[in-house]
């Protein structure tokens, strides 16, 4: 299947700072990319939806200013949690569309292998 | 998208079936059934759909009852690796977005 590489795999930051971090589809072409949160023992939850070219789609209670997600080409997303403070410690995971398959057949994600943030 | 429900969790002895139930008694006739499975600390992995037909391939079958109101994710011969949470998820075809429930969280026993 389709390969989804989200980097970094964990990263450790001092409350204040910011965090990028990276999704690329490798072998396809994603006109839009989801990015997701998971706090421990919680199911997955839907942050927003980035879209090749455009300004993102953010879900309720997710603030835009604080979680900047830039999709500049139809293989990279970038999620940037700025100032981050230690209750954005959390699992993020994207994910990423498939073009649509042929007639009849419903598309697919996948996921990356998600990066695992610590804030101290 | 129809709301679907799990049981919390489940146990399964290594080298048998594991059957992993999920209702969609709202399901629509153009919603599909999609399952995804999360091992621990990784992003989710797809495992199978089908809208209407039982399915097949090399990690599972999908059967789906005649009403739609209910499926089945079948792993044949469950290994310990197979121990992850099980996501049941139903999605109109073209939608892009997945939201997942609380799943089923199968351990399987040696």
């Known amino acids: 299947g389709a390969v989804v590489s989200q980097h970094p795999s964990w990263v450790i930051c001092k409350s204040g700072t910011s965090v990028k971090i990276e999704c690329r589809s490798l072998?396809?072409?994603?006109?839009?990319m989801f990015w997701y949160r998971q706090f421990p023992k919680q199911s997955l939850m839907l942050m927003a939806t980035s879209n090749e070219g455009s300004k993102a789609t953010y879900e309720q209670g997710v603030e835009k200013d604080k979680f900047l997600i830039n999709h500049a080409s139809l293989t990279l997303s970038t999620l940037t949690v700025t100032s981050a403070h230690p209750e954005d410690s959390s699992f993020y995971i994207c994910?990423?569309?498939?073009?649509?398959?042929?007639?009849?057949?419903?598309?697919?994600?996948?996921f990356g292998s998600g990066t695992q943030l610590s804030v101290l | 998208d129809a709301k679907t429900t799990q049981p919390p969790s489940m146990d399964c002895a290594e080298g048998r079936a594991a059957n992993l139930p999920c209702n969609h008694s709202?399901?629509?006739?153009?919603?599909?059934v999609y399952w995804y499975r999360q091992i621990h600390s990784q992003g989710p992995q797809y495992i199978i759909h089908?809208?209407?037909n039982n399915e097949t391939n090399e990690m599972a079958s999908l059967i789906i009852t005649e009403d739609r109101k209910s499926s089945t994710l079948i792993l044949p011969h469950a290994t310990l690796r197979d121990t992850a949470v099980y996501y049941c998820?139903?999605?109109?075809?073209?939608?892009?977005?997945?939201?997942f429930g609380q799943g089923t969280r199968l351990t399987i026993n040696p």
């Open positions: 089908g809208l209407k």
């Open positions: 709202t399901i629509s006739g153009n919603e599909y």
């Open positions: 998820i139903v999605m109109t075809q073209g939608a892009q977005k997945l939201v």
């Open positions: 994910s990423a569309s498939v073009a649509r398959l042929a007639q009849g057949r419903s598309e697919k994600l996948f």
């Open positions: 072998d396809f072409q994603a006109t839009t």
